[in-house]
């Protein structure tokens, strides 16, 4: 944390009698301490948020400290049992509110969550100062004992010592609204609001001077007016009163305090002070302001840790360049291979009227082609994330996570190098089947004219306003289906999804409740304070994050539970209507072992009928990279004559046994490929070779002669 | 209404709460095109020579579309949803060129609508096997 300057006080007799009766009032509402804040526009803010704040402290471990410094939301243990078995030695209890009793001078402690025995307090409870053994101070508690001082001060950050502490929820109060009043922003540059009781009263060190309140008086400026509340709340052993009713109470009664005094406080301040004065605090102001704007918001803070993830992602791109060259290359050639065996398989505008006979012919065999393929495809893919992922932990692009966080950055991080494969297969064979056809322009023009169409042609915005009811709604339907964008993509929406659909309930329902993550408001605060104690940015949010999901799952378990109930449920009911058929569906299928008629391929027999591929996080198999392709013996017999090479070839006039001895010619077989009549592929049915059939379903005149010629060398 | 955005990436397995703006729209980008591209693939593949000439021509000019319009639906200025077309892009030329293409289509491919359904049904459970897969990656 940069250096603040020197604190120049304000004497409190440089102040009118109006604004020493403002003071007072103030004083009145939130002690000594209280007069430090300044009045703002949104005092309601300070209540609610008073309330909030008590409403989210959490026990940590015991750690003994002084009593004075216990407070809501800590964790007590019981030095002895109760007569009456309410409560037990050792045992441990949240700290809701702490009292300090005026007449015996001793502290109290409700504690939440006290008593089991039937019949007993079920509500609160009072331990008394002697019933404490030790206590846990919260996290959260110790971060805004830190941040007021910062706050209020103006000065490095101190401990909870200098604290004007008594226990009492009116430290908090003190404390949050605090942070709302500079966050909110209410402190002008020209520190007209600003005026600080605690300088008033001194020339010397507010935080020393502070500390001398507290150990002169344990109820401190702060605890007269807090306990004055709070004795009216309190205190009744085993009461009926609940504390959260209290707490609203003197909430509502410092707000109505501050709203009274709002307006005459602002001009009584200003009429108080001096043009030196008002330097001095806005000189205080603009320090407390460029502290807080050093806190990023939260999309810049997203922003930054993009570039960092962006950095670590080149990092290990780097890395797998460097070292897993094989990897990548083997899923390559597995792409390409895949490409090709789709390309067999399927066909394409501009081929259906002139080859389609012909593609239509051996289907079957090249369907099994194109399995092998997948499967080649997906093991070498497995290899490829599983090293991917490898070095992306080595870069630490996952060092910040815990265990849910990490699941996730992980599932998506993988989620999208199986996105990337898919793009990658669907272009690829798209390249292939186009390089097939005569004229691949006019296949291009045509996705091209048919993407546009679906987009809703030049006037793009307008398809999203028509909506559902475009066409549907007026009777006729052109697809027949009503729009065919609207309508069909809401209906496989509506389906729900397995993973999606549990998120998303989980989600919702947890949106209905209080128990959701922290607010924004909270997150604000929260990374206000963590920024103040020099956390880095990544450690910021990795608590966040985890104070956020952690808060999730505690208090909403139960509607957690309930809620991922009901949505495995409804995901059951989809799962079933699945359709396996494509490279995503199979081949992952097959990634997943779920999928049996996988394990069917020529090159995947693993024992039982097991697909023989790598599991996520195994160590690759040493002999992967070296699976050869997924490569058919040719066997003749099968084919018919319509069949590919056949089919040409016999239409040329030479029989079955012609044909293998040219197809047997290599030198053959590399003119044709040079001629892009012909493509290497060792899978193929047929000789090594693939063909590559034009529009026509007719070899090119060109390939045809450099047949001829071979053959007539070979006295056909 | 059907759109690729928040819900549908959390559909998918994304926690939206997590990700940037910046992020989530480059995810609905990249969703939106992929699935254009399947479907206009699809459709394409249903297609043969001279229709994808005819339905270019009928894309690219307007001029064309009207008469193919008036040939082979007449009277379509009455019709509503030409109306609302119309509505719509504010460009008589636009709105006949979609009108055309869409009619055209319906007629060359009959339940393209549902052929279209079938295409992303395919999509979207191809990506829940792929968050599966993912899931599966993660949890090792």
């Known amino acids: 944390m940069s250096e603040k300057p020197p604190k120049q006080p304000v004497a409190d007799g440089d102040l009118s009698e109006e604004g020493k009766s403002a003071l007072s009032r103030l004083e009145q509402a939130y002690g000594a301490a209280g007069s430090q804040i300044e009045t703002q526009s949104e005092t309601a803010n300070v209540g609610a948020s008073v309330e909030n704040e008590l409403s989210n402290q959490e026990p940590v471990a015991v750690d003994n400290e002084s009593l004075s410094q216990i407070a809501p939301g800590d964790t007590v243990t019981s030095s002895k049992s109760s007569s009456d078995g309410y409560y ?52 959260e508690t110790a971060v805004r004992a830190t941040t007021v001082i910062d706050v209020i001060d103006g000065n490095e950050p101190s401990d909870t010592n200098d604290v004007v502490l008594d226990g009492d929820q009116g430290r908090d109060a003190v404390v949050q609204a605090a942070e709302n009043v500079v966050q909110a922003g209410v402190a002008e540059a020209d520190g007209t609001l600003r005026v600080s009781r605690a ?87 603009a320090e407390n302001n460029a502290a807080l704007a050093e806190v990023s918001p939260r999309e810049d803070d997203v922003q930054a840790l993009a570039a960092i993830r962006t950095e670590k992602l080149a990092a290990a791109d780097t890395a797998m360049n460097e070292t897993e060259l094989g990897a990548i290359n083997l899923l390559q050639a597995k792409l390409a291979e895949y490409a090709r065996r789709k390309a067999d398989v399927d066909t394409l505008g501009g081929e259906k009227t002139k080859a389609w006979k ?303 001895a040219l197809f047997a010619d290599h030198d053959l077989m590399n003119e044709l490929v040079n001629q892009g009549a012909a493509y290497v592929d060792n899978s193929a049915l047929i000789g090594g070779y693939g063909i590559n059939m034009p529009a026509s379903g007719h070899l090119t005149q060109q390939a045809m002669d450099t047949i001829r010629q071979a053959a007539a060398s070979k006295g056909f | 209404m059907f759109q690729i955005d928040d819900e549908f990436l959390t559909s998918v397995g994304y926690n939206v709460a997590s990700l940037s703006e910046a992020q989530k729209q480059q995810y609905i980008d990249e969703f939106t095109a992929e699935a254009n591209e399947r479907i206009s693939e699809r459709l394409v593949s249903e297609l043969d020579d001279q229709q994808i000439e005819e339905f270019n021509e009928i894309q690219e000019s307007p001029e064309r579309a009207k008469n193919w319009l008036n040939e082979f639906h007449a009277g379509y200025h009455d019709k509503e949803e030409y109306k609302q077309i119309l509505e719509g892009t504010g460009s008589e030329d636009d709105a006949a060129t979609f009108y055309a293409a869409a009619l055209w289509m319906n007629d060359a491919v009959p339940k393209y609508g549902e052929l279209i359904q079938e295409e992303l049904d395919n999509y979207l459970a191809q990506l829940v096997k792929m968050r599966e897969a993912a899931d599966a990656i993660a949890s090792n």
């Open chain 1, 199 to 285: 300088e008033s009263e001194t020339a010397g060190d507010t935080t020393n001077e502070t500390s001398q309140d507290s150990d002169e008086s344990p109820e401190g400026s702060v605890g007269v007016a807090t306990a004055e509340q709070g004795e009216s709340v309190d205190a009744t052993v085993g009461g009926e009163h609940t504390d959260d009713d209290d707490e609203s109470q003197a909430a509502r009664r410092r707000t109505e305090i501050l709203q009274g005094i709002l307006d005459e406080n602002n001009a009584a301040l200003n009429e108080a002070l001096t043009q030196e004065q008002r330097d001095t605090l806005a000189a205080i102001v």
């Open chain 1, 358 to 660: 012909f593609w239509q012919a051996g289907r079957q065999k090249r369907g099994e082609a194109l399995k092998v393929a997948e499967e080649a495809l997906f093991q070498a893919h497995n290899i490829y994330v599983d090293k991917l992922i490898r070095k992306r932990k080595e870069v630490g692009l996952y060092e910040e996570l815990g265990d849910e966080e990490l699941m996730q950055a992980v599932s998506d991080d993988a989620f999208r190098e199986l996105l990337k494969l898919d793009v990658d297969a669907r272009k690829a064979t798209l390249e292939t089947r186009k390089s097939r056809v005569d004229n691949r322009n006019i296949v291009d023009k045509a996705l091209a004219g048919v993407g546009k169409f679906l987009n809703g042609g030049k006037g793009k915005g307008w398809i999203r306003n028509m909506g559902s009811g475009f066409l549907a709604g007026t009777g006729m339907a052109l697809s027949g289906a009503g729009w065919p964008i609207t309508t069909a993509i809401a209906a496989g929406l509506t389906a729900g999804v397995r993973r999606g659909s549990r998120i998303n309930m989980l989600d919702t329902s947890l949106d209905d409740t209080s128990t959701k993550g922290m607010s924004e408001e909270e997150v604000a605060s929260r990374r206000a304070a963590m920024a103040r104690s020099g956390e880095s940015l990544s450690d910021q949010r990795a608590r966040l994050q985890s104070e956020m999901f952690g808060r999730a799952r505690t208090e909403g378990k139960e509607k957690f539970d309930a809620a991922e109930k009901k949505a495995n449920t409804n995901a059951a009911k989809f799962g079933a209507g699945f359709a396996a058929g494509n490279l995503g569906t199979r081949g992952i299928d097959a990634l997943l072992n779920k999928d049996a008629s996988a394990s069917a391929g020529p090159q995947t027999g693993g024992s039982g009928g097991e697909p023989d591929l790598p599991r996520p996080g195994e160590q690759p198999n040493p002999g992967a990279e070296a699976l050869p392709s997924p490569e058919v013996v040719p066997d003749f017999s099968g084919i018919d004559v319509g069949e590919g090479w056949y089919h040409q070839l016999a239409d040329m006039g030479y029989s079955q046994d012609q044909v293998q």
């Open chain 1, 88 to 139: 037990e030695a050792g045992a441990k209890y949240t700290v809701q509110a702490v009292k300090k009793n005026q007449r015996t001078g001793k502290y109290e402690f409700h504690v939440t969550n006290f008593g089991t025995k039937d019949g007993g307090p079920t509500k609160s409870y009072l331990l008394s100062e002697d019933d404490i053994a030790g206590y846990g101070q919260s996290a």
